[in-house]
């Protein structure tokens, strides 16, 4: 697209002519460098949420080797169950197995086959 010359001379001389060209400057905010310890950590999800993490957390770390049964609450579905369950085995790097039968979940840690990973 090209701009033709005699709109180009009358935008500049409309833009001078109403404000003189002066050199503008917008506040900067202070920058202030603090150690990572001093400082809050991020807030990513709202009480209520980490709560509820948490809660879930202690789900499956209170099974160990066995299977947990989770009744559900008449306000519960069986899916957002198994989800928050499955994101909380996610968090602490442990797969699950998760299965819902007679209005129940239940659950447990999956065993870990074969050989370990090497490290270097």
């Known amino acids: 697209m090209r701009i033709k010359p005699s709109i180009l001379v009358y935008a500049f001389s409309r833009a001078s002519a ?14 202030t460098v603090r ?4 400082v809050p950590r991020p807030n990513r ?7 509820a993490q948490v809660e879930y957390e202690n789900f499956v770390h209170s099974i160990g080797n066995d299977v947990g049964e989770l009744i559900l609450a008449r306000d519960d579905q ?11 085995g996610t ?3 442990k797969d699950l197995v998760i299965w819902d ?20």
Not at 101 to 120: C, D, L, M, Q, S
């Open 18 to 31: 109403e404000e003189p060209l002066t050199e503008r400057r917008r506040p900067v905010p202070t920058l």
């Open 35 to 38: 150690n990572i310890a001093d």
């Open 45 to 51: 999800s709202p009480k209520a949420v980490r709560d």
């Open 78 to 88: 069986p899916r957002s169950v198994k989800v928050r369950l499955r994101r909380a």
């Open 91 to 93: 968090r602490l790097g």
């Open 101 to 120: 039968a007679e209005g129940k979940v239940y659950f447990r840690v999956e065993a870990k086959r074969g050989r370990p990973r090497r490290t270097t």
